[in-house]
């Protein structure tokens, strides 16, 4: 996904002396030929913004209007203040509508939600207004993505996250509960806390300029 720019220009040929010029953009370039109201989220956005759960649909709500569930058990993506089964996400250009579910996308409803790892997507585009009619199933917002893919090159990339009890910090609730209990706080013991996040990808080429590989693992 991405927005589509027109640019007008004249060639002109003169006889000057060469020199360097650097072209800076001051805003972002008006969408000239479809009347979309959508957000672009990148690939530097996706890898470098922090978030817990390694869902790619959390930066969704980097889109206006756009909202996440908090729930780790029942994510939803909702816009425009109507519930989550009026979305619909589309990857590589097949449709994860949910059928049967109230929860909008395949993997959302009683569910952590994750359709799809977070490192195999390159980038994707939220439509929140005047969808085109190629895109079904929905009547608040559109999410469209595509995944990474393999080239000439080897390349990959992983990551790992830890962590226990020892690295997170006592409840505040708990804490207040300790300091009043008298002699038995002595006996408080913080809970046990483990968690586990770590993944990997891996693309390149199975022959050269044509044919090409990528494969993800998230845990």
């Known amino acids: 996904p991405g927005d589509t720019e027109g640019m007008d220009f004249r060639l002109v040929l003169e006889a000057r002396a060469s020199r360097e010029v650097t072209v800076t ?12 109201i959508a957000t672009n989220v990148t690939e530097a956005q996706i890898k470098n913004l922090p978030q817990g759960s390694r869902n ?3 930066f969704a709500a980097l889109a206006p ?47 952590r939600g994750n359709p ?16 085109k009619a190629e895109y079904e199933k ?33 409840n505040v609730c708990d804490e207040f509960t300790n300091r009043c209990a008298g002699p038995a706080r002595d006996n408080f013991v913080k809970p046990d806390y483990t968690r586990w996040q770590a993944g990997a990808s891996l693309g390149g080429a199975i022959i050269k300029d044509k044919l090409h590989f990528f494969g993800s693992w998230g845990y």
Request: net charge negative.
């Open 25 to 36: 953009a001051e805003a972002r370039v008006s969408e000239t030929k479809s009347n979309e």
């Open 56 to 58: 790619f649909l959390n």
């Open 65 to 111: 209007g756009v909202r996440v569930t908090d729930s780790a058990e029942n994510k939803q993506v909702t816009a425009a203040g109507a519930d989550g089964f009026n979305t619909n996400v589309f990857i590589d250009g097949t449709s994860y509508k949910n059928d049967v579910l109230n929860g909008g996308v395949v993997g959302q409803d009683s569910s």
């Open 116 to 131: 799809f790892p977070q490192n195999a997507v390159q980038e994707f585009r939220v439509v929140t207004q005047n969808f």
């Open 138 to 170: 929905s009547s608040s917002a559109i999410i469209t993505a595509i995944t990474k893919s393999g080239g000439n090159d080897l390349h990959g990339d992983g990551f790992a996250d830890y962590q226990n009890k020892g690295l997170v910090a006592a």
